[in-house]
């Protein structure tokens, strides 16, 4: 991301933030930066908003195992992973805090533009904030389930009721469907654009059936149809450039969050899952803290000539910068990252060896050499290949197994393996868990697919309550009718 920003702030010979209008948007006539709204975005991936870690931990792709003193955290993961969290952990408390902050910076700005809804000099400008607060509440939907629909900032109601999910969703669909056409064709990855709404109103109608008992898969292949005869989108040829440190202009990315290892911090995946040595790999200028991994299930669900296990994994002999085998003084033993996980909870009847150095670790993100606390990639909260694999799956609901394969195969035969004649909607969702694996998607396909309840490694069956977070207590405590 930095290096885009530089330019920016070259070329119009002024001094430069993430936010500024000249690298997101603005809305000329209020005057009024759009920055706000996109910079809550940037709360969402880590431990401030959560959202991404209580779809990927509560999943069968990740998990943070105790590691004897370390990642204990008070259970915070661990209830994830097990589908065992309150109304009172970390995950649902933030969560719901920063994806209403979301809302409410919308509807400031909503708020400011209402006189000039005429106008059509601020028709897009409004077309573009309503969308970024169709977003928020759109994942505040898929993640609570009932919640309220707040339209203004000024004149938001003390004491909100919950809307059934049914409503919120198509409150969602009505209000973006006039929108749409208004949108710009950009490729700015960073703002709104045609292509994103269109992406965002596929994954609403993809998952209609969970949100209100009615499917509308034909919806959501038009809309991904919609993405794709844009033209603006490809599919790399490679598996790694969409998650480089340098990933601003890579045109299968739709819609991201910006980040910077200076400006616009926030995503630090890389120190959550590195080894504590491995900063001698990457000749880090900070120590990374070892903890989470993949589920072996997961990275054993990659065959073996998959670009995607070797390019985004991290397992074996580990070495230093100059490609010196690496040992672990503390476990006694040459660092050898070993993808079985003995058990969730590690401790003194482990060893070592197995407490500090097991599970595959994550370089799906690109870890550039001298990589500080926050890397520079920009997250992919919309990815080309995602639209791809949509499609396909519509094309199989709508019809039989085998009619997705053209856009199924596309994302196979990228990763170096062999495509597959007749696919079904099964290895649709395992095709999905391998491609877009900790992008934020795994937890809504589960569900989606009813995959969500069932056990895998130390996790038991989980009941259909637990396919929503409950709204946090200190939200019912502020207002009761969140509870009713």
Request: with cysteine.
């Amino acid at each position: 991301m930095k290096k885009i920003l530089y330019s920016v702030c070259i070329l119009l010979a002024v001094s430069c933030t993430k936010f500024d209008d000249a690298l997101y948007d603005s809305s000329p006539i209020a005057k009024q930066s759009i920055g706000p709204v996109y910079k809550e975005l940037a709360d969402l991936i880590d431990d401030n908003g959560w959202w991404f870690w209580a779809q990927e931990v509560s999943s069968d792709e990740v998990v943070f195992p105790v590691r004897g003193t370390d990642w204990n955290d008070g259970g915070k993961w661990r209830v994830l992973h097990q589908h065992a969290w309150t109304n009172d952990v970390d995950a649902v408390n933030s969560m719901w805090s920063h994806l209403f902050d979301g809302v409410r910076e919308a509807n400031k700005l909503l708020d400011v533009l209402s006189d000039q809804q005429g106008d059509p000099s601020v028709a897009v400008d409004i077309a573009k904030i309503k969308t970024l607060r169709a977003f928020f509440m759109y994942l505040a939907m898929d993640n609570y389930g009932d919640i309220p629909i707040i339209t203004s900032f000024v004149n938001a109601p003390p004491f909100p009721f919950k809307s059934e999910r049914k409503e919120v969703y198509e409150f969602l669909i009505n209000d973006l469907k006039p929108i749409v056409s208004l949108l710009p064709i950009s490729t700015n990855k960073f703002a709104v654009s045609r292509g994103m709404a269109y992406s965002l109103m596929a994954k609403l109608y993809l998952n209609a059936e969970v949100y209100t008992g009615t499917p509308a898969y034909a919806e959501a292949e038009a809309m991904c149809d919609s993405v794709i005869s844009l033209g603006t989108y490809v599919l790399q040829n490679d598996v790694t450039s969409a998650f480089a440190a340098d990933n601003v202009n890579v045109p299968e990315n739709i819609f991201t969050i910006a980040f910077d290892e200076f400006d616009n911090t926030g995503f630090r995946l890389h120190m959550r899952t590195l080894h504590y040595l491995h900063d001698a790999t990457f000749n880090m200028k900070v120590g990374p803290w070892n903890g989470f991994a993949i589920l072996k299930d997961h990275y054993d669900n990659y065959e073996v000539d998959d670009l995607r296990k070797n390019d985004w994994f991290i397992v074996g002999q580990q070495k230093d910068v100059n490609g010196t085998d690496l040992f672990d003084e503390t476990a006694g033993t040459k660092l050898v990252i070993d993808p079985y996980i003995p058990k969730l909870v590690m401790d003194a009847s482990n060893t070592p060896n197995e407490i500090r150095n097991s599970g595959a670790r994550v370089k799906k993100y690109e870890i550039e050499s001298g990589a500080l606390e926050n890397l520079n990639n920009d997250f992919p909260l919309f990815r080309y290949a995602d639209i791809l694999l949509m499609k396909a799956e519509c094309t199989v609901r709508n019809g039989s197994p085998g009619d997705g394969d053209q856009w199924f195969n596309l994302i196979r035969q990228r990763a170096n393996i062999s495509a597959i004649a007749g696919a079904n909607l099964d290895d649709i969702l395992e095709e999905r868990g391998r491609e877009l694996f900790c992008e934020g998607h795994r937890r809504q396909d589960l569900i989606r697919f009813g995959k969500f309840g069932d056990a895998w490694w130390e996790k038991s069956p989980s009941g259909p309550d637990k396919t929503t977070f409950p709204i946090p207590q200190w939200a019912i405590d502020a207002n009761p009718n969140l509870g009713l």
